[in-house]
C-alpha cells in the first residue's frame, strides 16, 4: 500500500490506524518507508527496530532481513542506500525520487544469443509504466516488428543489419544511466494558483508517440514544469501516410491525459486545463473541421472529441515539439541530463500570449487534408417518428350510436 499525505500528522494517524486494525486479525503490518527521516525515526522508534551499539544508534528495518539478520546480523543493501521499491519501481525515499535500474537487464541481455527470441525477452523484461525511456524502447519493438515482417524464425540467430541493430539496442541500453524523477510534483510549501496537462504528438514512418507535461503556476509567481507521462506505439504494418499517422499519434493523447487528469484532479482543486499540441497541420483541420471525411480519418476524429474538444487543439512547430523524440526512436545518451524530454519546450516557462500560434487553414486550403474529404457526399434522409401513447376506448373502436338496440350491439362486438 502507498499513499501521499500533507503533513507527518496525519502519516502517523495513517500509521497507527492501520495497524490497529490489522492488528485486531492478528497481524503484525510493517514494511514502513516514508520520505521524512523524522517520521520514519519514529516510527522506528515504535516499532522497536533501534538498538545501541558502540558508535550510537543504529536502525534495522525488520521487513528487509531475514530473522537472523534482524536479530545479530548488518543491514542489507537497501537499508544502506535507503531504496527500496514502490509497485515495481525502485524510489530512493531519502531524496525522494524515482528511478529506472537497467544494470541486471544488461547483464541479462549480453548473457543471449542474438535471436527474435532474445530481444522479445528483453523488451518484455523492461519495466517503465511511466515510459520515461519511451524513445529508447520504441526502438526494440519497432526492430521486433522488422523481424516479423522478414519472418524470421524465433531462434534462427540474426545477421547482417539485424545483428547490426540488435547490438546497437544492447549497447544503447547500458548506457542508459542515472534516469531520476521527482516523485512529487508539486513543491513543498507552495502554493498553486493553477494547474494545466500539456500533452504532444508526433508521428513518422516508424512508430507515433505523445507526452505529457504538467505545467503549475504557484502565487509566488514561479513557473514549473514536469514530464508526467509518455507512451510510443510502432506504426501499423499496413502501410498509412503521414498524415494518417500524425492522426493516430493525436488519438492517443485524449486517452492518456484523461488518465492522468482523472488522478491529477484528486489532488487538486482547481480544474485542470488540458492543451493538445501537434505539429501537422493536416490533424487540425480533421479535429477543428466538421467536414465529411473518409471513414479512417472520421473515426479517429470521433474518437478525438469524445474526450476533448476542438479549442483544446494547438499548432506546435516541430522542433518544438518533444515527441517527436520517440516518434523517431531516438535515442540521446544524455537523456538524463536532457532538459529537453524532461521539462518540456521553451514556450511552457513563457505566457500564454508568447505560445506559438498558426492561423488553422481550412480543409480547403489544406490539400492533405483535402485528400481525405468524401468526394460525394452521403444523402442523409431524416425520419421523425411519433412516440406518444394515445390511449384507446371501445367508443374509438365502434360507433355505438350506429346501432338501433343494444342487442344489435353485442352481435357487432362479438
Known amino acids: 500500500m502507498s499513499c501521499s499525505v500533507k503533513s507527518s ?33 519514529r516510527i522506528n522508534t515504535l516499532e522497536g527496530l533501534s538498538r545501541s551499539t558502540d558508535k550510537g544508534v543504529s536502525t534495522f528495518l525488520e521487513d528487509d532481513q531475514s530473522f537472523t539478520q534482524f536479530s545479530v546480523g548488518p543491514p ?3 537499508s544502506a542506500t535507503n531504496t527500496t521499491k514502490i509497485l515495481g519501481v525502485p524510489w530512493n525515499y531519502d531524496s525522494d525520487e524515482l528511478f529506472l535500474d537497467l544494470k541486471p537487464l544488461v547483464v541479462f541481455a549480453k548473457s543471449l544469443i542474438p535471436t527474435k527470441r532474445s530481444l522479445l525477452q528483453i523488451a518484455a523484461k523492461v519495466f517503465d509504466p511511466l515510459g520515461c525511456i519511451s524513445l529508447f524502447t520504441i526502438n526494440l519493438k519497432a526492430l521486433f516488428q522488422d523481424l516479423c515482417v522478414a519472418k524470421v524464425a524465433w531462434d534462427e540467430p540474426l545477421e547482417g543489419d539485424y545483428l547490426k541493430q540488435y547490438n546497437d539496442l544492447i549497447t544503447q541500453l547500458g548506457d542508459l544511466k542515472e534516469i531520476k524523477l521527482k516523485r512529487s510534483l508539486f513543491a513543498k510549501g507552495q502554493k498553486v494558483s493553477k494547474v494545466e496537462l500539456h500533452a504532444f504528438s508526433d508521428a513518422s514512418e516508424r512508430s507515433y508517440a505523445t507526452v505529457i507535461y504538467l505545467r503549475i503556476l504557484y502565487e509566488s509567481g514561479d513557473v514549473k514544469i514536469h514530464f508526467v507521462t509518455s507512451k510510443a506505439k510502432v506504426s501499423p504494418i499496413k502501410k498509412q501516410s503521414i498524415p494518417r499517422l500524425e492522426l493516430l499519434g493525436a488519438t492517443l493523447m485524449p486517452k492518456l491525459a484523461h488518465t492522468v487528469r482523472s488522478v491529477l484532479q484528486k489532488e487538486v482543486q482547481e480544474p485542470i486545463d488540458t492543451f493538445y499540441w501537434v505539429d501537422s497541420m493536416a490533424t487540425l483541420c480533421w479535429i477543428k473541421n ?16 469524445k474526450l476533448s474538444s476542438r479549442e483544446d487543439w494547438h499548432h506546435c512547430p516541430g522542433p518544438q515539439n518533444p515527441a517527436d523524440l520517440p516518434s523517431r526512436g531516438n535515442f540521446a545518451p544524455l537523456l538524463a541530463g536532457n532538459p529537453f524530454w524532461w521539462e518540456g519546450p521553451e514556450f511552457l516557462r513563457l505566457a500564454p500570449d508568447k505560445w506559438p500560434s498558426a492561423q488553422i487553414q481550412s480543409a480547403f486550403e489544406c490539400s492533405e487534408a483535402l485528400a481525405e474529404k468524401v468526394k460525394v457526399e452521403p444523402k442523409i434522409t431524416r425520419v421523425m417518428v411519433n412516440s406518444g401513447k394515445e390511449e384507446i376506448e371501445l367508443g374509438n373502436i365502434i360507433d355505438i350510436s350506429r346501432s338501433s338496440s343494444k342487442g344489435k350491439l353485442l352481435r357487432t362486438i362479438a
Open 9 to 41: 500528522t496525519e502519516a502517523i494517524e495513517i500509521y497507527q490506524t492501520s495497524k490497529d486494525i490489522l492488528l485486531k486479525g492478528g497481524f503484525n503490518l510493517r514494511k514502513w518507508k516514508t520520505n521524512d527521516k523524522e517520521l520514519l525515526n
Open 76 to 78: 542489507n543493501s537497501d
Open 290 to 305: 466538421n467536414k465529411p471525411w473518409k471513414q479512417f480519418v472520421r473515426h479517429r476524429v470521433s474518437e478525438v472529441l
